[in-house]
T-cell receptor
Framework: SQTIHQWPATLVQPVGSPLSLECTVE??????LYWYRQAAGRGLQLLFY??????ISSEVPQNLSASRPQDRQFILSSKKLLLSDSGFYLC??????????????FGSGTQLSVL | QKEVEQNSGPLSVPEGAIASLNCTYS??????FFWYRQYSGKSPELIMS????GDKEDGRFTAQLNKASQYVSLLIRDSQPSDSATYLC???????????FGPGTSLSVIP
């Protein structure tokens, strides 16, 4: 069965510090991968979307970046965090096989607080 | 117009009642529609998917889709306090394109 791992669960970082969040998927090949951010009490904002290694679609201009160095690894980064980067970060995977149904499955999330 | 919209909450229903959650979407090319449940501090959990016009039932949950009206709904029958959560409507823009979420509707089931 497929599983998705996301870490860390909680992170407190000072303004201006770098960020690296990692997500890995097991039990599937060639998944589509997503990063979403959820501000407190708000909906999910799509940040990045990837259909393959090195293929990243950026949805929102910001100081964040994403990389996909391996098929089942998706990394969210920042060189300098802003206060507005605080939020709940969610990684998700999607089976890209025809007929799989386009469902997204989420990791457990990272609660990031920038102070 | 936002891509995916949901009825504003919070929505409160008594235990045992039917909760009705609504969602509209803007892209006529969308073919798949999902409802997720999210408890506070947790990640979203898929509870229903629907691909064809009409109703789809799964236990106490019924999803209804009307592509002509660009409308999808979720009914929760015999609501339980454990159903208290935020419900998110999710729609891929087109087939296997990025998945966009609505803002969510917070549901409280009062014992």
């Amino acid at each position: 069965s497929q599983t998705i791992h996301q870490w860390p669960a909680t992170l407190v970082q000072p303004v201006g510090s770098p960020l690296s969040l990692e997500c890995t998927v097991e039990g599937t090949s060639n998944p589509n991968l997503y990063w979403y951010r959820q501000a407190a009490g708000r909906g999910l904002q799509l940040l990045f979307y990837s259909v393959g290694i090195g293929q990243i679609s950026s949805e929102v201009p910001q100081n964040l970046s994403a990389s996909r160095p391996q098929d089942r690894q998706f990394i969210l980064s920042s060189k300098k965090l802003l206060l507005s980067d605080s939020g709940f970060y969610l990684c998700a995977w999607q089976d890209a096989s025809p007929g799989a149904g386009e469902k997204l499955f989420f990791g457990s999330g990272t609660q990031l607080s920038v102070l | 117009q936002k891509e995916v919209e949901q009825n504003s909450g919070p929505l409160s229903v008594p235990e045992g009642a039917i909760a009705s959650l609504n969602c509209t979407y803007s892209d006529r090319g969308s073919q798949s529609f999902f409802w997720y449940r999210q408890y506070s501090g947790k990640s979203p959990e898929l509870i229903m998917s629907i691909y064809s016009n009409g109703d789809k039932e799964d236990g106490r949950f019924t999803a209804q889709l009307n592509k002509a009206s660009q409308y999808v709904s979720l009914l929760i029958r015999d609501s339980q306090p454990s159903d208290s959560a935020t419900y998110l409507c999710a729609v891929p823009k087109t087939s296997y394109d990025k998945v966009i979420f609505g803002p969510g509707t917070s549901l409280s089931v009062i014992p």
